[in-house]
């Protein structure tokens, strides 16, 4: 059975569905939140100095860095833990089939994902610090960024552990029994994960033009989870993009504003930088998980029906 098909080994009635799917918002948004919430209210004189904290996403709260990245990382492992109540109990199948087709987690192919990104995140960052030094500060404080290390490290993986089996495991293989092929389940869970990317302070600054690179993104952890029937590489591949950038540079600006080892004080714009993953990067990458892997029939395993397997 290939890596969409795994979702026939378990309920498939559209309530099945829909209410995991409820039941990953309640964690993920609402009962992950509450510690974050309480956070910001403990740094709160009044009513309406909270709300103001919360347009900021409790950025301006005055909460410790470190401790509000675990409090955001929080809300995702509620929501993964939710996610992973919802296949075992209400779809009853296992928790392997909505990570890949193989019998077990493959951790190599994880790990190779991992550290094959992780060289090229930080080699290209290092690239950027020597074409512009004069954008960066060196901002290594030693207890404040072990500690943000080890946050990173250790949590982050939840964080994007559920954005990629929320979108290109349970929605890839639910929308692919629903729509009996691969091409939409691709396309959609794409556009949705780079739209909902769209709420990032990133977009904001820079414009809509830079929702290339998360529709793109989205589509090339797409693309690596059909060909290779399974999440493995992509879990890799997300994690360390997100450690990365947790502990490497930061600005003032981003998503994730903390004790990096660098500050950015560029003025927001849009450069290659932004471009080069999508359309250079991705490409070589899909290149060489192909000659690893040996993967084949591409037509077919991103566009291909899906049939319904016999019993």
Known sequence: MNFIQQAYKGKNEWY????TLFLVFLGWQILGVIPLVMAAAAKSKNIAEFLEFAQTNFMTAGIDKNLLLFLIIFTFFVGLLFLFIGVKYIHKRTITSLITSRKKVDWKRFFYGFFVWGFIAIA????????????????????????????????????????????????MQGLGVLAKNRWLPLIFTSVVFGL???????????????????IGTGLFYGIVTLMDEGTELALGLHAVNNITAAFFITTDWTVFQTDAL???????????????????????????FSEKYGWKNWKEKLTGKIIEPVN
């Open 16 to 19: 099945h569905w829909l209410t």
């Open 262 to 288: 660098y500050i950015d004080i560029s003025e927001p714009s849009l450069t290659w930088e932004m471009f080069l993953p999508v359309f250079v990067l991705y490409p070589i990458l899909l290149f060489l």
């Open 124 to 171: 290209f960052s290092y690239i950027s610090i020597l074409l512009a030094p004069e954008n960066f500060i060196w901002n290594f404080n030693a207890k404040p960024f072990f500690i943000l290390v080890a946050i990173s490290f250790l949590f982050i993986p939840f964080q994007t552990s559920l954005e990629e089996l929320l979108f290109r495991g349970y929605l």
């Open 196 to 214: 909902l990317h769209g709420a990032n302070p990133e977009v904001a600054k820079l414009g809509q033009l830079s929702m290339v690179f998360y």
